[in-house]
């Protein structure tokens, strides 16, 4: 064996002294192969780890392909790689401790483009990502809706709304930015065709209502944050002062969070100069939402319950650290944080949590577990939530004939 395998070498020895008409002892050849052999191996080596991220990492991928090859070798069952690698990557997501955090294989991706990019639209269409242009491609229109008259079809690529690109945007970005105009004009920049004007103001139902109860308190009820609300709930406060109204309540049961411009407008409108709210990034980067000198000065219920979520809790919570009003009902979700979907090489995806809400002072939400209301009160029945219009006032000047437990009691503390 190895009178064959100094032969082999000699001849490629040969080989080479030919082209370059170099000749060689064997005896300098084999010491410098091995160097030359030893030298790639360490080179590739280092290249690799450093590629994968470090030793730790090198380390971690090694032993998550020693624990496949023994399943393969060993498991007496059948062995799919690809729902091993699937579950794999969800443990990692699921080993982060933050239920907002999950993955997504490829088609439950692509089942989730389709339903969060008309999950929180009136504009009637669904959208996907586009490969070839980065703009995101038109799959179906709703009839007798904005998106079907302003005469978008299936098959469009949007690549931009009011002038702004959207290429290379993730669904996130692009779902926000249509959100943020549900309730006025837009352009749609579209490939290879003129630009679309869709009117969302038709169709726009205010997420607010409101009414003066018999104890001259305003009620205010939010269902969410979407666009509009800040103007819509300003407005609704302003109607009610008109009226005479000596006290406010502001519902945020059931009240799904939303757009944090809109909350930064209504807090604004309601609190004195200061801090608003934080938000945060992994690297420290903040971005921080201020209050002017101009406030509303009226005693303040603000009502929530375990269905309060995101940016609903956050003004609750701001609320609450501004001394401004009484926060009572049940404890929120601590729901705080803000998420990305990030796409990887496979089309599989992860939904991160990437940002955080912060209050004025600096108190993460989510790692308190919500927002603890100063006043616990609990709903003997679910379904009674608001439901004071149309009663009397009782003894107490109370809508007295409601079975809203929480409305109740505050609308009592307000009189």
């Not at 010491?31 to 290249?47: E, Q």
């Not at 090489?345 to 993460?364: E, F, H, M, Q, V």
């Amino acid at each position: 064996m190895k009178n064959l395998l100094r032969r082999l070498l000699y001849r490629i020895l040969r080989f080479f002294g030919a082209i370059f008409n170099i000749r060689f002892p064997l005896k300098i050849v084999l010491p410098l192969l091995i160097i030359l052999t030893a030298g790639t191996y360490f080179y590739t080596s280092d290249k690799l780890v450093t590629q994968v991220g470090g030793q730790v990492d090198y380390d971690e991928a090694m032993r998550y392909i020693e624990i496949k090859d023994i399943a393969e070798e060993k498991f007496i069952g059948d062995v799919d790689r690809g729902t091993m690698g699937d579950s794999a990557a969800a443990a990692m997501i699921s080993g982060l401790g933050d239920k907002w955090s999950y993955f997504m294989t490829a088609d439950e991706y692509k089942t989730y483009q389709l339903y969060s990019s008309d999950e929180y639209s009136d504009i009637g269409m669904s959208i996907m990502l586009d490969e070839n242009t980065g703009g995101y491609q038109v799959i179906s229109i709703n009839a007798d809706s904005p998106a079907a008259w302003a005469g978008l079809t299936s098959g469009m690529v949007i690549t931009g709304i009011d002038g702004q690109s959207i290429i290379g945007k993730d669904l996130d970005e692009v779902r926000t930015m249509i959100r943020s105009r549900l309730n006025t004009m837009f352009v749609l920049d579209v490939d290879r065709a003129d630009p679309i004007t869709v009117d969302c103001s038709k169709t726009y139902v205010s997420s607010v209502s409101f009414r003066l109860e018999k104890t001259e308190a305003g009620y205010v009820k939010i269902d969410n944050f979407e666009a509009g609300t800040g103007k819509d709930a300003i407005s609704a406060i302003e109607t009610l002062l008109s009226q005479k109204a000596v006290a406010l309540v502001i519902d945020l049961r059931g009240n799904a969070g939303g757009l944090k411009g809109e909350i930064r407008e209504l807090m604004d409108y309601l609190l004195p100069k200061g801090v608003l709210f934080y938000e945060v990034d992994k690297n420290g980067k903040e971005e921080v939402a201020e209050s002017d000198g101009m406030c509303v000065q009226l005693p303040l219920v603000v009502l929530i319950n375990s269905e309060t979520f995101s940016e609903a809790e956050l003004f609750a919570a701001v609320i609450q650290e501004y001394n401004w009003g009484l926060l009572m009902g049940e404890p929120t979700s601590g729901r705080t944080r803000t998420q990305s979907t990030i796409v990887l090489d496979d089309g599989s995806a992860i939904r991160l949590s990437t940002k955080s809400y912060l209050t004025p002072n600096r108190i993460d939400i989510c790692k308190n577990g919500g927002v603890i209301p100063d006043s616990i009160v609990f709903n003997a029945d679910a379904s009674a939530t608001g439901t004071t219009e149309g009663t009397t006032g009782g003894l107490e000047g109370t809508a007295s004939t409601s079975n809203d437990d929480q409305l109740m009691a505050a609308l009592k503390y307000l009189s």
